[in-house]
Antibody, heavy 121, light 107 residues
């Protein structure tokens, strides 16, 4: 059964770059049937889509974060990554990686467990 | 961006109750509306996609309806494991956006 697992530092200093990876196990990230995405949730608050990537490297970003976000994919490692630059306390959140079937409905059908990233000096 | 507004923000109900949660989009999104359930400390779980299609493995007491700007999630007979927060998400156009959530609590 396919699983996603986020990894990366739980604490990042203000103005620095947040870097997370999502490792996909039990299936191939190179499947043409899926996109892969990042979503975040500040503690106790709602969900925000950050962006998504296809195995070809094609990306879609939330315009509100686009200037600071880079999502990349490494098919040899079965992994995709998130980089968010110039972080502030407002970027403190649980970060989830998720799978999106390549269909018109664009929903997230499988999620990682999430990882809390705190921005603090 | 398309704004998604859920109501109520919270509700109290008893086991066996039928409940309905509403999600309204700031503009028409056809049927591109998805519903998720989130329990404390867990990732969201997909319940409904395309406004009314039940995700595999989700109990049939969950149902979705609507099109355009107004959508509903109905739980036919609330079970103890259904007490959670529910989110809607539009997928008509980027950026994908979520509603603020509806917390379903035990009365």
């Amino acid at each position: 059964q396919l699983q996603l697992q986020e990894s990366g530092p739980g604490l990042v200093k203000p103005s620095e770059t947040l870097s997370l990876a999502c490792t996909v196990s039990g299936g191939s990230i190179s499947s043409p049937n899926y996109y892969w995405g990042w979503i975040r949730q500040p503690p106790g608050k709602g969900l925000e889509w950050i962006g998504s990537i296809y195995y070809s490297g094609s990306t879609h970003y939330n315009p509100s974060l686009k200037s600071r976000v880079t999502i990349s994919i490494d098919t040899s490692k079965n992994q995709f990554s998130l980089r968010l630059s110039s972080v502030t306390a407002a970027d403190t959140a649980i970060y989830y990686c998720a799978r999106l079937p390549r269909v018109s409905e664009w929903y997230f059908d499988l999620w990682g467990r999430g990882t809390l990233v705190t921005v603090s000096s | 961006d398309i704004q998604m507004t859920q109501s109520p923000s919270s509700l109290s109900a008893s086991v066996g109750d039928r409940i309905t949660i509403t999600c309204r989009a700031s503009q028409s999104i056809s049927i591109y509306l998805n519903w998720y359930q989130q329990k404390p400390g867990k990732a969201p779980k997909l319940l409904i996609y395309g406004a009314s299609s039940l995700q595999s493995g989700v109990p049939s007491r969950f149902s979705g309806s609507g099109s355009g700007t107004d959508f509903t999630l109905t739980i036919g007979s609330l079970q103890p494991e259904d007490f959670a927060t529910y989110f809607c998400q539009q997928s008509d156009s980027a950026p994908l956006t979520f509603g603020g959530g509806t917390k379903v609590e035990i009365k």
